[in-house]
């Protein structure tokens, strides 16, 4: 099993990054996907989840109207559109098959820091 994340990055409050996610080793299009965050200090949180089709997602109160959760079943790929950028969204992003727990062995993640 393999998540690697990537896209994170450095943006000023108000911008937008899209993150990405590669999937290998398990039967992705089986599995609810979701992202997931951790800043420095604190829990790693639950942010969004995208289920088996892609049709229906969910996110957290926090980034709702903010960030997108999509996917591509035929390339293993999940992604998380984010805009409206905030302080509060700094963060290391995960990405996890599952839907509010992560099922699959941690990635490294991505870095994604929200400053002036």
């Known amino acids: 099993v393999q998540l690697v994340e990537s896209g994170g990055g450095l943006v000023q409050p108000g911008g937008s990054l899209r993150l990405s996610c590669a999937a290998s080793g398990f039967a992705f299009s089986s599995y609810p996907m979701s992202w997931y965050r951790q800043a420095p200090g604190k829990e790693r949180e639950w942010v969004a989840t995208?289920?088996?089709?892609?049709?229906?997602?969910n996110y957290a109160d926090s980034v709702k109207g903010r960030f997108t959760i999509s996917r591509d079943n035929a390339q293993n790929m999940v992604y998380l559109q984010m805009n409206s950028l905030k302080p509060e969204d700094t963060a290391v992003y995960y990405c996890n098959a599952g839907r509010r727990t992560g099922l699959k062995d941690w990635g490294q993640g991505t870095r994604v820091t929200v400053s002036p």
């Open positions: 995208v289920v088996n089709n892609g049709i229906t997602t």
